[in-house]
């Protein structure tokens, strides 16, 4: 156990842990997580910073309480790159989930000669930072931020940040794959409905835009498709604008897989007592495979 964090200091922050990994997707850190850290802590204000180490901007904020936001502001990211932490970050001074207070990077005197503590942070009695970098990467970090009225953070306050930080980066981390996941299961299930509804209309075709989608099924450019059907590159140009409109897709990639799905897709009766992520999976896979193979098609 650390040497100043306590036993209940430890509890609540396993009740942070829970909290953080129980919250629904959204921020890469929820506000009421930041809050309850900035409790842990003892401070004013707190937030989680993404920030580009090339252009010294912010990236993304998550800001505790919101009314305390400086992200926002032209003047404030002008001055953002004088921040000491980017000048011990440039000089490897800075570790990862290691904390240290902005009065560690500067002294008063220093901090005087700076527009960012003058014109900032002194007027919001902002007068010291506790800091953690969270993660870093090739061209961005991530981190956590406590701003305080008076100078100083006790032994107990970096203990319990440096015993957060990773537990926030596994966290973040895990919501960001979470967050990933989603929007490819949602992608997936309109690809499969859409191709669902095209599968549908297939019917409303001409003989001869049947034809056509036949021939893409092949693989068949559309040069090739004229010479076959002994018509024109301009007029299978035009039976591609019909099929695509009659069956509400944009693409031959689309009309191949449609089409390639229904061929190879069991009786409706088979299909009836499938699992409903069964189709959804099969349509958005028959997509993806067929946009690879017929986008080589001149």
């Known amino acids: 156990m650390p040497a100043e964090a306590t036993r ?5 922050l396993l009740d942070m842990v829970r909290l953080l990994h129980g919250s629904e997707a959204g921020a890469e850190l929820p506000s009421p997580v930041l809050s309850r850290m900035a409790d842990m802590i003892g401070c004013d204000s707190a937030s989680y910073c993404r920030v580009d180490h090339r252009t010294r901007q912010l990236v993304a904020t998550v800001v505790e309480p919101a009314n305390t936001d400086l992200s926002e502001s032209p003047d404030f990211a002008a001055v953002l790159g004088q921040h000491p ?3 011990a970050h440039r000089q490897r001074r800075l570790r990862t989930a290691s904390s240290v207070a902005l009065t560690d990077l500067a002294d008063l005197r220093s901090l005087r000669n700076l527009p960012i ?3 900032f942070y002194r007027p919001r ?5 506790l800091l953690n970098i969270v993660a870093v990467g090739r061209h961005q970090g991530t981190l956590l931020v406590f701003n305080r009225s008076r100078r100083g953070f006790s032994g107990r306050a ?11 980066c596994q966290a973040v981390a895990q919501r960001e794959r979470l967050s990933r ?3 490819a299961l949602r992608d997936a299930r309109h690809h499969a409905a859409v191709a669902d509804r095209a599968a549908d209309r297939l019917a409303a075709l001409t003989p001869r835009e049947r034809e056509v989608v036949d021939q893409l099924a092949e693989g068949i450019g559309d040069r090739e498709i004229a010479r076959v059907l002994g018509i024109s590159p301009r007029t299978v140009h035009k039976h591609l604008e019909q099929i695509y409109r009659k069956l509400g897709l944009q693409s031959r990639a689309a009309v191949v897989a449609v089409v390639r799905g229904t061929i190879s897709a069991p009786p409706a009766a088979a299909r009836s007592s499938a ?4 189709p959804a999976a099969s349509a958005a896979s028959a997509v993806s495979a067929s ?7 001149p």
């Open 125 to 129: 009695e902002t007068h010291d930072q």
């Open 181 to 183: 996941l989603t929007v």
């Open 291 to 297: 946009t690879a193979s017929v986008s080589a098609a």
């Open 85 to 87: 932490a980017f000048v």
């Open 8 to 12: 209940k200091d430890l509890l609540e």
């Open 158 to 168: 970096r203990e319990l940040l440096d015993l957060a930080s990773p537990l926030v």
């Open 275 to 278: 699992t409903p992520a069964a």
């Open 117 to 119: 503590y003058t014109d």
